[in-house]
């Protein structure tokens, strides 16, 4: 699993999102953005508003 950090823009105001996504799936495409539109085990548990979405990164685990 890696963890990847989503910030989405609501109205003005900026708000972020930490989720934990696998990386056998991250490996696999060659853009986060398509993991989180178009991967079927992803979407099946997450949910993500792709018009308030500004960045998406995979993050070190602490």
């Keep these: 699993m890696r ?4 910030v ?3 109205e003005g105001e900026f708000h972020a999102e930490t989720v934990r996504l ?3 799936r991250i ?3 060659d853009r986060l953005v398509d993991v989180l539109r178009e991967e079927p085990s992803v979407t099946r548990q997450l949910y993500v508003d ?3 979405l500004v ?4 993050v ?3």
């Design 60 to 62: 070190e685990d602490e």
């Design 27 to 29: 490996d696999s495409y």
């Design 55 to 58: 960045s998406a990164r995979v």
């Design 3 to 6: 963890t990847v950090r989503l």
């Design 50 to 52: 792709m018009r308030r």
């Design 8 to 10: 989405f823009a609501d």
């Design 22 to 24: 696998p990386a056998d």
